[in-house]
């Protein structure tokens, strides 16, 4: 069946460091795969997605980038601040009919922790 | 724009009871909920989809009659443990799709912490 594997966290950097939470997934046919962020005491919020090969997700400052030949959809932060300390989860839905079927499967979450 | 909410926050019931979590679309309608379990550094769980006006379809494993789900309006659903055991403790969040949005992206809900003694 399908699913999501991220590293495991925690994850501690310093603002202004790179980052990177690898994310792989196993899905047969074309998933699209997104990321979401949970921030202290809030819900899931999509963070970024992209539907098909070779597309770029954005947003905040955030990219990730669908490789199908890879199986990867690896999130990448040129500069993190304190405010992007948060719950990072890698998700995929669909797959097997080309399309969205609404049934996300989701990674275990990545904790990033940035300090000051 | 779309907001989700879910009421209680938080919840401690006795072995047995049962217990009713809210899951509302604030400002839009949700032809489409979802409704997840989340253990502690665990991954969520999808338990059911329910579609506004019909059955919900549960997941596998997931016990329908111990789960009640009705999703009565375009802007609420609700999720009723019933007979509560402590096993059932955990982290239930809903999430809802915009209607005529496509099924792509899910907004959700807060989370309600359930904790059974």
């Known amino acids: 069946g399908n699913s999501v594997t991220q590293m495991e966290g925690p994850v501690t950097l310093s603002e202004e460091a790179f980052l990177t939470i690898n994310c792989t997934y196993t899905?047969?046919?074309?998933?699209?795969l997104f990321w979401y962020v949970q921030y202290p005491g809030e819900g899931l919020q999509l963070l970024l997605k992209?539907?098909?090969?070779?597309d770029k997700g954005s947003n905040k400052g955030f990219e990730a980038t669908y490789r199908k030949e890879t199986t990867s959809f690896h999130l990448e932060k040129g500069s993190v601040q304190v405010s992007d300390s948060a719950v990072y989860f890698c998700?995929?839905?669909?797959?097997?009919?080309?399309?969205?079927?609404?049934?996300?499967?989701f990674g275990k979450g990545t904790k990033l922790s940035v300090k000051p | 724009g779309a907001v989700v909410s879910q009421h209680p926050s938080r919840v401690i019931c006795k072995s047995g009871t049962s217990v009713k979590i809210e899951c509302r679309s604030l400002?839009?309608?949700?032809?489409?909920m979802f409704w997840y379990r989340q253990f502690p550094k665990q991954s969520l769980m999808l338990m059911a989809t329910?579609?506004?006006?019909?059955?919900?379809?549960?997941e596998q494993g997931v016990e329908k009659d111990k789960f009640l789900i009705n999703h009565a309006s375009l802007t609420l659903s609700t999720l009723t443990v019933t007979s509560a055991h402590p096993e059932d403790s955990s982290f239930y969040i809903c999430?809802?799709?915009?209607?005529?949005?496509?099924?792509?992206?899910?907004?959700f809900g807060p989370g309600t912490r359930l904790t059974v003694l």
């Open positions: 998700a995929l839905s669909g797959g097997d009919y080309g399309g969205s079927q609404g049934n996300l499967i």
């Open positions: 899905a047969t046919g074309y998933p699209s």
């Open positions: 992209a539907t098909k090969a070779d």
């Open positions: 999430s809802g799709t915009l209607a005529g949005g496509g099924t792509d992206t899910q907004y």
């Open positions: 400002d839009f309608q949700a032809t489409t």
């Open positions: 329910s579609n506004e006006g019909s059955k919900a379809t549960y």
